[in-house]
C-alpha cells in the first residue's frame, strides 16, 4: 500500500508541478498582451485547465497526507509531511488567490473590462509564481525522501542531532581522543 502512495504522490505533484510550469513559461508572453488578447486568450486557454489542475491538486493533497501518516515512523516522515504541508499550502493559494482571479476573468468577456484589470492579472501571475515554488518544492521534498534510505524509527529531529552530537565528538576522523595515535 505505501508503495502505491509513494507512486501516485510522486506522480501527482508532478503534474501539479508540470501545469504550475506550464503557466510559468506563459507568463512573459501573456504579459505583453493588450487587454483584448489578454481575455480572449484566458478563454480559450484556460477554463478546462483551471478545473483539471484543481482536480490534480486536491488529488495530490488526498494522497500525500496518508503517505505521511504511512511513513510517521522512519526517517522520511519530515521531508513527506513538509511536502504534504506545502501541498496543501499551494492547493490553498490556488482557491484564496489564483480561483478569485479567474472568476473574474470570467466576467470579462460579458462586460466591458474594468479600469483595474492589471491588479486582478499581476495577482493571478503571483498566484501562479508562488504555486510554482510551493508545488516544486514540495515535489523535491518528495523525490529526496523516496531517493533516500528508509530506517524506521529514526523520524524525529532529537535522534539526528545526537549523531550529529557523536561525530563531533569524535572528530573529523571519527576517533575519540584516548583512540589517537
Do not use: C, K
Request: proline content about 4%; cysteine-free.
Amino acid at each position: 500500500m505505501t508503495r502505491l502512495l509513494w507512486s501516485a504522490a510522486v506522480t501527482l505533484v508532478a503534474l501539479t508541478s508540470g501545469l504550475t510550469l506550464m503557466r510559468l513559461l506563459a507568463m512573459p508572453v501573456e504579459l505583453g498582451y493588450d487587454t483584448l488578447m489578454y481575455v480572449r486568450f484566458n478563454e480559450a486557454a484556460y477554463p478546462h485547465l483551471a478545473y483539471a489542475g484543481g482536480v490534480v491538486e486536491l488529488l495530490a493533497v488526498v494522497v500525500t497526507v496518508p503517505l505521511a501518516i504511512a511513513e510517521r515512523r522512519t526517517n522520511r516522515f519530515g521531508l513527506v509531511l513538509t511536502s504534504g504541508v506545502l501541498t496543501i499550502s499551494a492547493l490553498l493559494l490556488w482557491v484564496l488567490v489564483v480561483q478569485p482571479a479567474n472568476d473574474v476573468f470570467g466576467t470579462w468577456a460579458r462586460q466591458p473590462t474594468p479600469l483595474g484589470w492589471h491588479a486582478w492579472r499581476m495577482r493571478w501571475e503571483l498566484g501562479q509564481i508562488g504555486n510554482f515554488v510551493l508545488t516544486n518544492g514540495a515535489l523535491l521534498l518528495l523525490l529526496i525522501a523516496a531517493t533516500g534510505r528508509r530506517r524506521a524509527g529514526s523520524h524525529a529531529i532529537v535522534p539526528s542531532l545526537r549523531r550529529l552530537r557523536r561525530r563531533s565528538d569524535t572528530g573529523s576522523l571519527g576517533l575519540r581522543e584516548e583512540q589517537v595515535p
